[in-house]
C-alpha cells in the first residue's frame, strides 16, 4: 500500500476525525482498490482541506490507474444521488450556473453518463480516456464531494435523536475471533425535508459515523484503537447495556443477554466492538457485513456483578 505523505512536512488523513462527511473511496462498499487505496483516501482529504499542493501530486498519481479512476467516478456519482435523490442535470450537462456546488469537467460529464436520469447503477470506465482526461474527471470527483460535505444541511445541523427513536436491539456474540455487540435494527430510521425529500438515509448510522465510527471491511476488520470517547457498562443481574457517545449522550440503553463466556472475554480485553447497519435480526448480520455496509466502534466496557 502506498504511504499517505506526500510533502515533506503535513499529511493529510482525516480517517480518525469528523472531517470526512461521506464515506473514504476506499470504503465505498470494499471495492479493494489495492496500492492506490491510501492515495485515493488522501485525495479526499486533500480536497477537504483545500491543499492544491498535495491534490496535484496525488491526481498525478490516480491519473495513471484507469480502474481506479472509474470506482472514484461511482464513489463521488452514488454521493450526489443520495444527496439529491437523483442526478442534477447540470452536472451532467455543462450548463451550471454560476452559484453551482461545482463546475464539472467534460471528462467527468461523460464517464457520469451512467447516471443520467437517476439510475441506481452504473460503471465508470475509463481505460479509454487520456491520462489528462482521468485526472480532470478524478479531481471533479473529489471537489464535488469536498463541496458537498460542506454544503449539505446535514453537515451544518446536529440531529436531535433520542435513543427511544431509534428502536434498537442490542445482541452480544463473537465476530473475527472477537467478543462484539450487534446492535441491530428491525426498523432503518431517516430523515426527510418538509418537501419529502431523504435527507438521511440510515439515521443511526449517521449519528455513529459522526462520532467516529469506522466502516468494517472484512479486508481490514478492525482497528486495534479505541474510538475516542465511546464507553459502555453492562449491569449484572439484568443484562441492562448501556452505551453513550463521546459527548456524553446516550446511544443505547436497554437489555442485552450474554454469556459467562462473551463476558470473559470483554473483561480480558476491557473493551468490546459495537457494531451498526442494516440488520433487521440475527440472520441479516453477515450479510450486511460481507457487503460493506456496516459500521464499528471500539469502546470500554465496565461489567458490573
Known sequence: MEKLVVAADHVHDHARDRGRRFVAPSEYYVPDFGARAAVMDQLYDTALDGCQGCRSVLLDRVATDARAVGKLMEWACV??????????????DGDESEDAVVRTSAAFRRLAQPWAGGAQTGSATSADCTVRERRDAADTA???VA???????????????GPGEMQMRAQSGHFADQAVIFMLQPMTMKMET???EVEVKDVVEFLVREAGGKPLSTSTLFAPERTAGWSAQLRLPGDMLSVSFPDGLCFYEGTMPSSAAWRRA?????????????????????GAIWA??????RAQLTIYE
Request: aromatic share 4%; with cysteine; charged share 15%.
Open 79 to 92: 454521493i450526489v444521488m443520495e444527496v439529491y435523490g437523483g442526478f442534477p442535470a447540470e452536472l451532467l
Open 142 to 144: 473529489v471537489a464535488l
Open 147 to 161: 463541496a458537498l460535505s460542506a454544503d449539505h444541511p446535514r453537515s451544518q445541523e446536529p440531529l436531535d435523536v
Open 194 to 196: 418538509a418537501q419529502g
Open 266 to 286: 470483554v473483561a480480558a480485553a476491557g473493551e468490546v466492538v459495537i457494531i451498526t447497519g442494516p440488520m433487521a435480526d440475527p440472520t441479516c448480520v453477515d
Open 292 to 297: 460493506g455496509r456496516t459500521t464499528y466502534v
